[in-house]
């Protein structure tokens, strides 16, 4: 029997296709049996004139042309498959993007990815009017057996539980009293809260009890601890996290340099990535850069004004007044500029732990904790590269545009490059937690 569909309650979020054919050139697709047979049966070997599968490592993937676009995808933007034979007629993973299952012992999440553009815009119908879609969808998939989700190393949590961890994390993301950087610096210190905490012994109305806590104490918190700068290895770490999420192999290139080259090229990358010292390595949607120069911007949400703009009323001379009006009409591009990040990174994380791609069968069969500390280690990720995309364009500090990229960079890879699920990765978030390392860099980037 399938499980039920859940669809996050997220009303400022929406998505519609608009055809941008972005996704077409970005992501590599592994082909099931299924699609093998129905791309075989449309004679597209002789239609194309070429193969348009290529095998690596045991398994079946779409083609991709040197730009890396998908072998499928025309010269007008469009799929030659979807324009031919109908949205259906399409391999599964291009019919489900850029929706994500996540199924547990009790529903099946729908999760929802930001790569792809209309998601991040929120252009589009509500998430609930994609229901039958998914369903249809998720029926062509073979059945497997739920996921339990897991509080903490083999403890498995239960629904409630579950429950009380979503509701808590998102209440205070959808806070509307608080600043963006109060809200990042405060979602980075009840993470790492959690993640310090052994919580074999904090279960049921226990965990509720810690969760409001910690909730209701972070504003008043925050502004009592201490706040040193983040370490030379945190900073070091972060690199290296933002490695993990931003190398792209393509599979032709694989295929191509070989697997001693490919991996040597992949060492050699990750090591000036580590050190963070003279140019970057070329990196697909950003600038080759002086490490120094990032360190030249500012955190994202530094020119945030709290409150309502005031502006002085009193009379004075037309010179002192265009000023003003020119001074104030850039303070309210910085707001206005704010608010839609803000906005941006709510609707992210918030549809990352309500989709069920924060833990669980949407995250590697991550626990809660382990999950949370990924999730933080993401969102830290685009911040930073969110600030490195602005110093490739010569900017002090980024914008929502730089943002988008960011997030659109760091969101394509999550639940997908299984290398974020490694030992060395898990590590690396629990050196950050418990060195209290995460929410310092919290605040150093927003």
């Known amino acids: 029997m399938r499980l039920p569909i859940y669809i996050p309650q997220l009303p400022g979020q929406k998505y519609s296709c608009h055809g941008c054919g972005s996704c077409c050139r970005d992501f590599t697709v592994q082909l099931t049996h299924a699609d093998l047979q129905k791309l075989q049966e449309q004679g597209w070997k002789e239609r194309l004139g070429q193969e348009y599968v290529v095998k690596f490592r045991g398994h079946s993937w779409l083609k991709q042309k040197d730009d890396g676009a998908c072998v499928f995808l025309g010269d007008n933007g469009l799929c030659k498959v979807h324009a031919e034979f109908g949205l259906e007629a399409k391999p599964l993973a291009c019919q489900f993007f850029p929706f994500m299952l996540s199924p547990n012992v009790r529903d099946t999440h729908i999760g ?3 790569a792809c553009g209309s998601v991040m815009a929120s252009k589009g119908a509500a998430l609930e009017s994609h229901r039958g879609d998914v369903r249809r969808m998720s029926e062509l998939l073979p059945a497997s057996a739920p996921m339990p989700v897991k509080l903490q190393d083999n403890l498995i949590a239960s629904e409630a539980e579950v429950d009380m961890i979503e509701t808590a994390l998102d209440a205070w993301l959808s806070k509307k009293t608080i600043s963006p950087s109060m809200r990042y610096q405060g979602l980075a210190w009840l993470i790492t809260s959690l993640l310090q905490a ?7 109305e226990k965990l509720r009890q810690l969760l409001s806590t910690l909730t209701n104490a972070v504003e008043h918190e925050l502004p009592l601890l201490d706040w040193p700068e983040p370490t030379p290895r945190a900073w070091k770490l972060l690199r290296q996290a933002v490695f993990t999420r931003i190398e792209d192999p393509k599979i032709g290139d694989l295929l191509k340099r070989g697997k001693v080259a490919s991996v040597f090229g992949q060492w050699s ?5 580590a050190a963070g010292k003279g140019i970057t390595p070329q990196t697909l949607g950003f600038c080759s850069i002086d490490f120094d120069r990032f360190q030249s911007t500012t955190g ?6 709290e409150g309502d703009l005031q502006i002085q009323k009193t009379p004075m001379h037309n010179a002192s007044t265009h000023s003003l009006d020119a001074e104030s009409s850039t303070a309210m591009l910085h707001q206005q500029d704010s608010a839609a990040m803000d906005n941006l990174l709510q609707r992210w994380i918030r549809a990352t732990i309500l989709g069920g791609r924060a833990w669980g069968s949407g995250l590697y ?5 382990q999950g949370l500390g990924l999730i933080l280690v993401n969102l830290l990720t685009a911040l930073w590269l969110a600030r490195f995309h602005a110093a490739g364009r010569g900017a002090q500090q980024a914008s929502l545009m730089d943002l988008q990229v960011a997030v659109g960079r760091v969101d394509r890879t999550s639940g997908r490059a299984v290398w974020l699920a490694t030992a060395g990765e898990r590590l690396r978030v629990k050196w950050l937690s418990h060195s209290d390392s995460l929410r310092l860099l919290a605040r150093a980037l927003v």
Request: aromatic share 12%; no cysteine; glycine share 8%.
């Open 112 to 114: 929802i990815s930001f």
């Open 198 to 204: 052994n919580l074999k012994n904090v279960r049921g």
């Open 269 to 273: 990358r990750s090591r000036k990535w």
């Open 300 to 305: 994202v949400f530094a020119n945030h004004i």
């Open 365 to 369: 069969g991550l626990s809660i904790d």
